[in-house]
């Protein structure tokens, strides 16, 4: 079964940019979109077909994807930016999630 | 603006049926460009994508190997919702269980409205 996977936890500073990346066989030829969910929250789509932002996410939130890897990069990472960060594809049909990156701004 | 009400009981016993309920408001349940999801998430399995039901001139289900031979996803055009029924649960499908919307192009779906979510816990 095809997967993806993310770093357990990435750490930035208030300012910096903060890279979260996910991994998966050839996932360059797929499509990858990206969430972002905060304790107690539904999660949020924050980029969809590699690199769009939906309407109301900050331009901060930027996303790539080629080879065997997806990024999501937050420039000027924010105190409000901290939360879990899942990835996400399509193979075959069937959906699948990266295992989720925790990000801290500290 | 979609909005997506999820209804059902938190508590279900083992061996028997979980069953939640979606109902969907600025949007079609028979929609032809989108699909209408269940997904849940625990601490040990993360994120887990479920099945989906959704409408493109015939009715069509998608089903995660994990859970085909116990789900099943229905949508109620008389109520404009859908639901998920799974059968035989035991403690390991306790998960937090949110149904969400997904819209896009082939390959290339995203979910981008989702449910309040329901903690369901499967215990005696």
């Known amino acids: 079964s095809y997967e993806l996977t993310q770093p357990p936890s990435v750490s930035v500073s208030p300012g910096q940019t903060a890279s979260i990346t996910c991994s998966g066989d050839?996932?360059?030829?797929?499509?990858a979109c990206w969430y972002q969910q905060k304790p107690g929250q539904s999660p949020v789509l924050v980029i969809y077909q590699d690199s769009k932002r939906p309407s109301g996410i900050p331009e901060r939130f930027s996303g790539s994807n080629s080879g065997s890897t997806a990024t999501l990069t937050i420039s000027g990472t924010q105190a409000m930016d901290e939360a879990e960060y899942y990835c996400q594809a399509w193979d075959s049909s069937i959906v699948v999630f990266g295992g989720g990156t925790k990000l801290t701004v500290l | 603006q979609v909005q997506l009400q999820q209804s059902g009981p938190g508590l279900v016993k083992p061996s028997q049926t979980l069953s939640l309920t979606c109902a969907i408001s600025g949007d079609s349940v028979s929609s032809n460009s989108a699909a209408w999801n269940w997904i849940r998430q625990s601490p040990s399995r993360g994120l887990e994508w479920l099945g989906r039901t959704y409408y493109r001139s015939k009715w069509y289900n998608d089903y995660a190997v994990s859970v085909k031979s116990r789900i099943t996803i229905n949508p109620d055009t008389s109520k404009n919702q859908f639901s998920l029924q799974l059968n035989s649960v035991t403690p390991e499908d306790t998960a937090v269980y949110y149904c969400?919307?997904?819209?896009?192009?082939?390959?290339?779906?995203?979910?981008?409205?989702w449910g309040q979510g329901t903690l369901v816990t499967v215990s005696s």
């Open positions: 050839k996932l360059g030829d797929k499509y």
């Open positions: 969400a919307r997904d819209i896009g192009i082939v390959g290339a779906y995203y979910f981008d409205f």
